[in-house]
């Protein structure tokens, strides 16, 4: 299995460094803004995230299924009465008074089957949906164009999801001690040493249980060697750095694509409903759970090794909004990959307390000469390499990558920038190294 880790928080890296903040009581679990770290000393707290298979039994698949319809139910039930409540008096109840009502029903014949649920069920439904309100009416202030009004939880399409409150679960080597449930197996210990934070999600993907958690952790920057990079991300090789280093997209993605495409052809023959097309379905899924976590696994080692690396990194920022939303399947699978890598840049620089620079998307990395400064608009996307009427040849990822190095140091004039980093006028440094990564 792979372990994926990931932050909850998504925007880029700030240090607090005010002492007086670090007391500050862990206010609402579901507050995504909060700050990354804080400085202490030398370390950092971070909150880190790992996610862990479970083992569960049968018996305990059984109520994982019955609890997941019960943090839809208690999220629906939330959404209907704020809206009849806005409706007929203009005010809608917050999460606190609906989890009155929640205890309340509790006590009724009709809804006994919720006394046999983790009490932190309901109460993380309706917080999520308290969250899902403020995001709506936030989007609103901006005047965003998808506003995204809360939606009922349906079973078909949300996921097998259902969270826990730290507090109520108990983590003990290689098992987890679930509320009303008792203990389950997980394939391997926590990673992380520290107070859990967040929620305890339990999830069901491809026929698999996990557990993620999010841990509050002592983090120790790494000593960084390298100066100033700039990363130019791309569709045939995964990040192209300014001073030669490639990570290559894993081969391993090819090869199940076609495994993918045929388990796609095999299920579309199937009768749909039936017992040999859920088997079907089944087998789409993990290949595609394959595929992502043989991405994520490469993308985590690559910017891994960014993070601990350089101390100023430059990337083109993927998180325009407006940007065009591509229905080419291969081409939005990229994207979606060039956005991971740009989001675990953001959080894990910020650990290793470097400094990540977003270059606008509208920059000509590719098509300007890092040579002479003329702009190449003849260049397509299949040139790899190119003559620029200067007589510089470039490498296509490779100047880009320069450029958007050379953009970001004319940004943070006066960064010092190491032979490995390439020198002030982003040039590449003459060292050329190549990194495979993935389980290919
Ligand atoms: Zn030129």
Known sequence: MVIVHRTMVHRAGFV????????????GQLNRQRPRGFLFGDAMLVHKGHRIQLQPSQAQQVVFRQWAGAYRWAYNYGLERKKAEHEATGKSPGAYSLMQEVVALKKTDEYA?????????PRIALMHLEE?????FRRCKDGAAKKGYPRWKSRKRSKVVLHLEPDTVTVEGKRIRIPKLGWVKMTKPLRFEGELVGTVAIS????????SFNVQTEHVPAEKQGGAVGIDLGVA????????TTFENPKAIRRHGQLLARAQRQMARKQKGSNRWHRAKLRVARIQKHIADVRADAIHKATRYVADTYSLVALEDLNVS?????HHLAKSVSDAAMSEFGRQVGYKVGWEQGEVTTISRWFPSSKLCGACGCINDDLTLADRTWTCDCGAVHNRDQNAAAN????????????????RGGDATGRPAKREQTCQVGLA
């Open 16 to 27: 607090f460094h005010s002492p007086e903040v670090v007391n500050v009581p862990f206010c």
């Open 113 to 121: 089957w919720l006394r046999d649920v983790a009490k932190s069920i």
């Open 132 to 136: 899902a309100y403020n995001n709506f």
């Open 204 to 211: 069901e993907r491809a026929g698999k249980w996990y557990a």
């Open 237 to 244: 090789t995964l990040a192209t750095l300014s001073d030669g």
């Open 322 to 326: 407006g940007m065009v939303r591509n």
């Open 404 to 419: 958007i190095l050379a953009e970001a140091l004319r940004i943070h004039r006066g960064f010092p920038v190491t032979a």
